[in-house]
Every structure is written in C-alpha cells, then in structure tokens.
C-alpha cells in the first residue's frame, strides 16, 4: 500500500506586507534558532543572536510569498523565513546552502570593527541603541569556519577571565572574535583523541574543549591561569543538553 503524497504548497509572490512587521519586537521561535545553527553548522550562542540582526537587514529588501497559512520572506537564494499567517512570529528558516559554501559572502577574519555591533538575542525585543552596527554576516561566516564550536557558558567565562567583560548585546561581538582568533591555535594544540581535554591559549587560559562524536569539538569553558581562584563549569555528563551548566567554586593550583 503506497502512502499518497501531501499536495505541494503554493506559493504566491507578493508586495511587502505594510506596515512591515518589526525585527526589533516580532516573537521568535525557539526552533528556528535550531534551524539556524544546524543549516550553517554553528553554535546555537550565535544562532541566537543573529536572528533580528538579520531580520532587520533583510526586512526592507527581502522577497514576500504567500501561501494559504504562511508568509515566506527570502533573501537572495540564502535565507528564508517563514511566518505565521497573522505575521505575529517567526516560525521556521530555510537556508539554501551553509554559508561556508555560500558563493555570496566573502571569507572574513576576526578583525571585524566590533565597538558598535549591537547583537541582542532573540528573546529580547528592544530598539538598538543609536549608531549601532548589526555584523551578522561576518559573525555567521566566522563561526561557520571555526574548527571548534563555542558554547555560551565558555563565551561567558572567556568574557570574564579574558577581557573583563560581561557577555551581552553590546560585547558579544568583541567577546567571540576575540576567542575566534585564537580558537585555530587552541584546536591545533589538541592531540585529536577523544574526550575532555585542557589546553592553554597564548594568554595562559585554560580552555576546556570535549568531543562530542563526528561534530566539531566543543570548547565548553575557559578557566584562568593555573593558580588563580576562578569558577569552574562542572557539567554533568548524564542527560545533559549542551550549554547546560552548574557553578561550583574552587581552587585550581
């Protein structure tokens, strides 16, 4: 017995919806941050805060569809949204390729101006502040070439032990291409075997990188110089979801 096929969505090209719906404020869905990490192979820490970078840029240019239930808003041949039908929420992303493959965006390195890039997650509506600069393209081009993945709770301590900073919207852009100019040096140091490793970077931080199967290793947290009080991730290693973590206290000497 064949199962019959479901009827292919038909799409309709459109004008823009007036008023456009805002980036800054419009509901995000929790799937489409997994979307966006899975499609270009990086950390769900800059999926997150991509999203409204990117909404907001391609928005005013984008191609509208629509369909009996949807709204689709595509840019280029990359990237493409979908909405609800009352345009209340983002709910799905498509991309036509990964972006390390993508023929559009040139090769970027980690010396992105950083001091006015403003990348909020996508949870947290609110206008950017005056001047402030949206680099999601170099960003998604810089996580998707890295040889590691970067999870949050190691974006936050690099912050703290590395540069003084706390992560945030403001920071973030300075925090993870600082760690991305030394993520290659880092990886290089490791001997390729499995497991959780501690390798030093060339300021003496110590980061923590785990493999996790045939996906990228994970750089987990970065903890000072050997003989400086700092506060250590301890992950559980049962039924844990990545970039979950506990804080414990304690001295390493």
């Known amino acids: 017995m064949t199962t019959p096929h479901r009827p292919a969505k038909i799409w309709h090209s459109i004008g823009a919806p007036q008023p456009l719906p805002s980036a800054c404020s419009v509901r995000i869905g929790e799937r489409v941050v997994h979307r966006i990490a899975g499609a270009h192979g990086i950390e769900l820490a800059v999926a997150s805060v991509l999203i409204r970078p990117m909404l907001r840029e391609i928005l005013p240019s984008g191609v509208w569809e629509r369909s009996a239930r949807q709204y689709r808003l595509s840019h280029s041949t990359c990237h493409a949204f979908y909405w609800t039908r009352n345009l209340s929420q983002v709910s799905y992303y498509e991309a036509a390729h990964p972006d390390s493959q993508c023929p559009l965006t040139q090769p970027t390195s980690a010396t992105c101006a950083t001091s006015t890039a403003w990348l909020p997650h996508y949870l947290d509506a609110g206008t950017p502040p005056p001047g402030a600069t949206r680099p999601w393209r170099p960003l998604l081009r810089s996580a998707s070439d890295l040889p590691v993945t970067i999870i949050k709770p190691a974006l936050q301590y690099y912050a703290r032990h590395g540069l003084g900073l706390e992560l945030n919207a403001a920071t973030f852009a300075t925090v ?21 490793h501690l390798l030093a970077d060339s300021d003496a931080l110590i980061w923590q990188l785990a493999t996790r199967g045939p996906r990228k290793p994970v750089i987990t947290g970065v903890l000072p110089p050997r003989g400086h009080a700092a506060d250590v991730l301890i992950r559980h290693r049962t039924g844990q979801r990545p970039g979950r973590a506990t804080r414990a206290h304690r001295r390493r000497s």
């Open 176 to 196: 993870y291409y600082d760690m991305a100019a030394k993520a290659p040096t880092v990886y290089s140091r490791w001997n390729g075997q499995p497991g959780e």
